[in-house]
């Protein structure tokens, strides 16, 4: 065997070692679906805690969050979140004892009322009567709340037949896209959002009209008396 041909098998007989012995120090390929991943409901909020946000107490940090009341409040809004989830299920134990007109009369007979516009719907301002608590306001406004947008998993109680136990406020509620009650300072807001920017002034002339009906002042005007519309 030449010179020539004993260095060629050496060579190819290197390679091949070398080869073998990367291949023993790679670990194999794993694809894609065989890799671990993390949960999907740990890098997303849970649909049902967003869901709440529309209903009573949670709403309190949705409704600081639409009216542009800034990061801070928000904050807030949201610490306060367990104690009004659970403020309105205490009152939601005696739902079915009020009718419609008499939440909506304990609510004006404990409060101010006025209108104010906001973007994409009107908001229904309660401020404590003279010598009334705000925890009594509060507690009133959970009450309606809780009627409107029960908490997930419980039912929507259907609404009276008689018009003398119905409320113009809970049409609001059925006219509205979203709803929800924010607290403020010494104010109670009842948020209402129109399902589509068509519906606007019809959803803030219906909380006017609630308002008016049941003899309360204060609606926001703007210039000449007139009800702003934005």
């Given at each position: 065997m030449t010179k020539t041909m004993q260095l060629t098998m050496l060579g190819a007989a290197a390679l091949m070692t070398l080869g073998v012995g990367c291949g023993r120090g790679e670990k194999p390929a794993q694809s894609a679906q065989q890799r671990p991943t993390p949960a999907f409901e740990a890098a997303v909020p849970a649909e049902q805690g967003q869901a709440g946000q529309y209903g009573q107490g949670q709403a309190g940090q949705w409704g600081q969050g639409q009216a542009g009341q800034g990061q801070g409040q928000a904050g807030q809004g949201q610490a306060g979140q367990g104690q009004a989830q659970g403020q309105a299920g205490q009152w939601g134990q005696g739902m079915g004892m009020m009718s419609e007109q008499e939440m909506c009369s304990?609510?004006?007979?404990?409060?101010?009322?006025?209108?104010?516009?906001?973007?994409?719907?009107?908001?229904?301002?309660?401020?404590?009567?003279?010598?009334?608590?705000?925890?009594?306001?509060?507690?009133?406004?959970?009450?309606?709340?809780?009627?409107?947008?029960?908490?997930?998993?419980?039912?929507?109680?259907?609404?009276?037949?008689?018009?003398?136990?119905?409320?113009?406020?809970?049409?609001?509620?059925?006219?509205?896209?979203?709803?929800?009650?924010?607290?403020?300072?010494?104010?109670?807001?009842?948020?209402?959002?129109?399902?589509?920017?068509?519906?606007?002034?019809?959803?803030?002339?219906?909380?006017?009209?609630?308002?008016?009906?049941?003899?309360?002042?204060?609606?926001q005007s703007g210039q000449g008396g007139q009800p702003q519309n934005r």
């Open positions: 304990s609510f004006v007979q404990h409060s101010n009322l006025r209108v104010e516009d906001i973007e994409g719907g009107v908001a229904i301002i309660a401020t404590p009567k003279s010598g009334v608590d705000l925890s009594t306001l509060r507690g009133d406004a959970l009450h309606i709340a809780y009627t409107m947008s029960p908490p997930a998993g419980e039912q929507r109680a259907a609404r009276p037949t008689s018009a003398s136990e119905r409320c113009a406020l809970f049409d609001l509620g059925q006219t509205a896209g979203r709803s929800g009650v924010m607290e403020q300072a010494n104010e109670i807001r009842i948020i209402l959002l129109a399902q589509d920017t068509t519906g606007v002034p019809a959803l803030r002339n219906q909380a006017r009209g609630f308002v008016r009906q049941w003899g309360q002042e204060g609606v």
